[in-house]
């Protein structure tokens, strides 16, 4: 796959960022493949359609936030569609127990499309000046990018939110 076998074979020297750079390149080509194989990591796949650290892992944020964060991102939180995997549930099964949509309790209806935080979501996205008209995966992108601790913060607040309404003590 390198292409540099007539220099490993004859012993040739060779320039050591070219073989970088191709090594690099096959890398990033297979962990996309291997992404996109895998359902769970629809969103992050969404989110991080190149090979590289996310920024916020950069940030100076709390554990908390960057927890949501990275969970939101991977397919983690413990919403109906990652926790329905664990006991077998069919995917149209894992549904969303805080409206009455009956839609999948995804990240993207979590964080955009949930009826019940629509008063939290209506005032994060007016005080964010964003279009809050059409939400979808490039919203969360756009959020992801540019209102990062601002989102985690969103996100901590409507799981308290879910946990709340769904486990009543």
Sequence with gaps: EVEMVDIYTNQLPCDLKVLETRLVLIY???WKRKV????????????NQEFQTAHYIKLNLSKSQRSFL???RSGT???AIETGRYTGKPLHERICMLCNQNEVESELHFLLHC???N??????FN??????TNLDIGTVQ????NHTRKLAKLISRFYLIRQNQLYIV
């Design 119 to 124: 008063d939290e979501r209506f005032i994060f």
């Design 28 to 30: 990033k080509e297979e």
């Design 70 to 72: 990275s969970q939101l």
């Design 36 to 47: 996109q194989r895998k359902p769970k990591l629809r969103t992050y796949f969404a989110i």
């Design 115 to 117: 009826p019940r935080y």
């Design 142 to 145: 756009l959020l992801f990018k």
């Design 127 to 132: 005080d964010n000046i964003i279009d809050s």
């Design 77 to 79: 939180l413990p919403l």
